[in-house]
């Protein structure tokens, strides 16, 4: 059974910039797409970014221009480097991966992964 495991929240002030990671107990992210989504107090969880695994990547508008999700299947590790924070972005933020393949194709059949999420709170 394949485990995701974020780490890199905290605390951070507004403008600041944090870098979290999700790194996989398994050698999947070289055939997943991996997805970041959030979720604030009080709203539903929404999609952040994703990743395919040839590197693509596509973000919500909100975070266009300050978030930069990468890769790095050697390492299991997907990462989401966060700049110019603001209070609208604190949420727990969870990694996903989906077994999509880099043209787009559910793989039915194969598992899902989701980890446990990290906390970001952005505040003076």
């Known amino acids: 059974q394949v485990q995701l495991v974020e780490s890199g929240g905290g605390l951070v002030q507004p403008g600041g910039s944090l870098r979290l990671s999700c790194a996989a107990s398994?050698?999947?992210?070289?055939?997943?797409?991996v997805y970041w989504y959030r979720q604030a107090p009080g709203k539903e969880r929404e999609f952040v970014a994703f990743?395919?695994?040839?590197?693509?990547?596509i973000y919500v508008d909100s975070v266009k221009g300050r978030f930069t999700i990468s890769r790095d299947n050697a390492k299991n590790t997907v990462y989401l480097q966060m700049t110019k924070l603001n209070t609208e972005d604190t949420a727990v933020y969870y990694c996903?991966?989906?077994?999509?393949?880099?043209?787009?194709?559910?793989?039915?059949?194969?598992?899902?992964?989701w980890g446990q999420g990290t906390q970001v709170t952005v505040s003076s």
């Open positions: 398994g050698s999947i992210f070289s055939s997943y797409a």
């Open positions: 996903n991966a989906k077994p999509i393949n880099s043209n787009g194709f559910y793989r039915r059949g194969e598992s899902e992964y």
């Open positions: 990743i395919f695994s040839d590197g693509r990547t």
